[in-house]
């Protein structure tokens, strides 16, 4: 059963802690997306990943970091740096880093107070 | 960056109506464009992709595009209530970027 996964649905943290999104996916994607979502608002592109072991910025990229370590992992690293981490974080991926298709995981939803 | 408009809604419409949703884009070299469906507190899931001019047909759902104005559309016929979503348009823009540029969306809702 093919697709993208994402850990935790749901996520609170104290403000000035780090936290890892996960990302994973068994498509055999190459290229792999971050984005970001505020309520009622469209998706922001927080970092993107066309091959293993080399990612760019995206908009918004302060505050946050990435890895791709392997093809099927991507993960988001929130910081302390990140002025507003509150949000629904959404990952994605594609089979072409030519960015044809891309399909959404079900999102992590951070909450920090 | 490039933009890309939809109107925010909400669009209402009677169910078995047809629902029309509009997106244009500024940049000129775009070359691929998305629709995604969104529900509440859900990830969008891609409905429709349309890459060169004219009408693309899937089920219920028609995607229209129009390079010289820089405009796409999705039209959804027989509107069920089950199609009340926030729609969401995207765009491959030509800058080089390997990544969409998503609009704000628009909210539709379908009364029974």
């Known amino acids: 059963d093919g697709g993208i996964t994402q850990s935790p649905k749901y996520l609170f943290r104290k403000e000035g802690q780090n936290v890892t999104l996960s990302c994973e996916q068994n498509?055999?994607?190459?290229?792999m997306y971050w984005y970001r979502q505020d309520p009622g608002q469209g998706l922001r592109l927080i970092y993107y990943?066309?091959?293993?072991?080399?990612?760019q910025k995206g908009d918004i990229a302060e505050g946050y970091s990435v890895s791709r370590e392997k093809k099927e992992s991507f993960p988001l690293t929130v910081t302390s740096a990140q002025k507003n981490p509150t949000a629904f974080y959404l990952c994605?991926?594609?089979?072409?880093?030519?960015?044809?298709?891309?399909?959404f995981g079900p999102g992590t939803r951070l909450t920090v107070t | 960056q490039k933009e890309v408009e939809q109107n925010s809604g909400p669009l209402s419409v009677p169910e078995g109506a047809i629902a029309s949703l509009n997106c244009t884009y500024s940049?000129?070299?775009?070359?691929?464009f998305f629709w995604y469906r969104q529900y509440s507190g859900k990830s969008p899931e891609l409905i429709m992709s349309?890459?060169?001019?004219g009408d693309k047909e899937d089920g219920r759902f028609t995607a229209q595009l129009n390079k010289a104005s820089q405009y796409v559309s999705l039209l959804i016929r027989d509107s069920q209530p089950s199609d009340s979503a926030t729609y969401l348009c995207?765009?491959?823009?030509?800058?080089?970027?390997?990544?969409?540029?998503f609009g704000s969306g628009t909210r539709l809702q379908v009364q029974p």
């Open positions: 498509l055999n994607h190459d290229a």
């Open positions: 995207a765009v491959n823009e030509d800058t080089g970027r390997r990544a969409l540029t």
């Open positions: 990943s066309q091959i293993v072991n080399d990612f």
């Open positions: 940049d000129r070299g775009s070359q691929s």
């Open positions: 349309i890459y060169s001019n």
């Open positions: 994605a991926s594609s089979k072409e880093a030519a960015s044809k298709e891309q399909y």
